[in-house]
């Protein structure tokens, strides 16, 4: 009996402090959820909004033509049919008078038959504050499908006497969500200034041109970004946050479900109260057998004690160091550093599965570290080089020295603003009866540069994989332009 008090009494405590150890790892991953749900929403509003001043631009620049400005539409088509067939298929531009009428479509060039516009509050808008003026979600006339335009006005002598409007195919909206959305878990919704859904990731055919959820819509208009607790349109919960565009007043929402956090939490906990219990069974089992051979005969009970001793603290080890590695706690910084080194790590080997593990090509393993900051602003980013075969080695220690050099670009170089460049140039030459190559990577046009005082993790990683994990060197350079970092490695030879 008091053998069994003693394994229960050692065992169920940790067991309760493994429990503690869970439900702590579930609030910080609820918080980090709550963080990676702030920063969705604000990469696609800022994304939304980039999008949206260069197509304002693109228009204003169609206004000051002067086959516009002097109603000869017929030179003007040819001009606005350029700019249509940038965003494809579905793509409208109408011209209007103050008066509403159509005298322009670049649908059909039979202007006497054009309908006036049937959204004449918004062609009185723009006629009425002579700036762009960004639509609702509404029926179109042309389309005769849900649209939303994007308004600006046409001046001759300083007076408004056009308002031309482009009604994009909502399908960019639409792939604008879906190429954000982390996974299934997520939903993502862009609402007009009404709180009308216009694009919307998941099921877009059933919620599109329906009204946010009440929890959402209640919380919508109070404040320009909000984090709450909301009610999808199918009756899930989810932890959202909400960030509206002071250029469109269009807002921008993004929510985790909350049994996607829940969930690991109920099998953690499980899991641990399997293991204590299998553990508990096993010690109180060991427990009367020591009890039954104790009761056998004195002569063995020192030798039942000792054994007994080395059991419990065996199983006392096995429980701390489960506890230990499978719960163990991290601040949310090292987790998300961790967590992009280990997306660069699985990019490499999925490009590396792909190619059935006989390698990769160089450029391919660049791009797929880079591929985050080549979707938007891709004539940022400049490679250059011959193709060069790696070793399935080679490729996943390249892989992390490039997004390591990338993470730091965006944090503090050339791609932490909007107007650097960044060039990776990349050579092969023969060096000692071997081929090597040489990488460079250089930056320009991003803050004032200058040498840090102490090196971080980061910088030290690129610089040991080089050396110790690659046989080469990684140097950088703080030029006054921008910073160069040169890394340089032998080639396997089956590379």
Known sequence: MRLALLVAGTTLPLIIFTAGIVYHGYTQDRQNATQRVVETVRSIRIVLDAEMQRMTGALQVLALTNSLRDGDFDNFRRIAQGFVDQYGEGGVILVANRDGQQVFSSVTSDTASLPPRNNRAIVDKVFAEKKPVYSNLFMGSVKKRLIVTVEVPVFRDGETIYDISFSPPIDIFQAMIEQQQPSKDWTISIFDGEGTNFARVPNPQETVG?????????????????????????????????????????????????????????RNLAITSVMGAVLLMVGLAFAVRMATQIARGEMLHTLLIEELNHRVKNTLAVLQSIATQTFR???????????????????????????KWRGAGLREVISRVLRPYLINTP?????????????????????????????????????????????????????????????????????????????????????????????????????????????????????
């Open 210 to 266: 329906q009204r946010a959820s009440p929890s959402l819509y209640a919380q919508m208009f109070k404040s320009p970004e909000a984090t709450m607790s909301t009610i999808s349109l199918e009756g899930v919960p989810l932890i959202t946050s909400l960030a509206r565009s002071s250029l469109t007043g269009w807002t921008v929402a993004a929510g985790v479900a909350e049994s996607s956090l829940v969930a690991p939490l109920w």
């Open 329 to 355: 706690s991290a601040s949310r910084g090292e987790r998300e550093k961790f967590e992009g080194r280990l997306g660069a790590l699985a990019e490499a080997h999925n490009l590396l599965s792909q190619e």
């Open 379 to 495: 004539q940022r980013m400049r490679m250059s080089g011959p193709q060069v075969p790696l070793s399935p080695r080679l490729a996943v220690v390249l892989s992390m020295i490039v997004h390591e050099i990338a993470t730091n670009a965006a944090k503090y170089g050339a791609l932490s603003n909007d107007t650097g460049t960044v060039t990776v140039d990349w050579d092969t030459f023969e060096d000692n009866g071997g081929r090597k190559l040489r990488l460079i990577w250089t930056e320009a046009g991003g803050p004032p540069v200058s040498a840090p005082v102490q090196r971080g993790f980061g910088s030290r990683l690129i610089e040991r994989s080089a050396r110790d994990q690659l046989g080469g060197e990684a140097t950088v350079d703080f030029l006054p332009y921008g910073v160069v970092y040169t890394v340089s490695c032998a080639l396997d030879r089956d590379g």
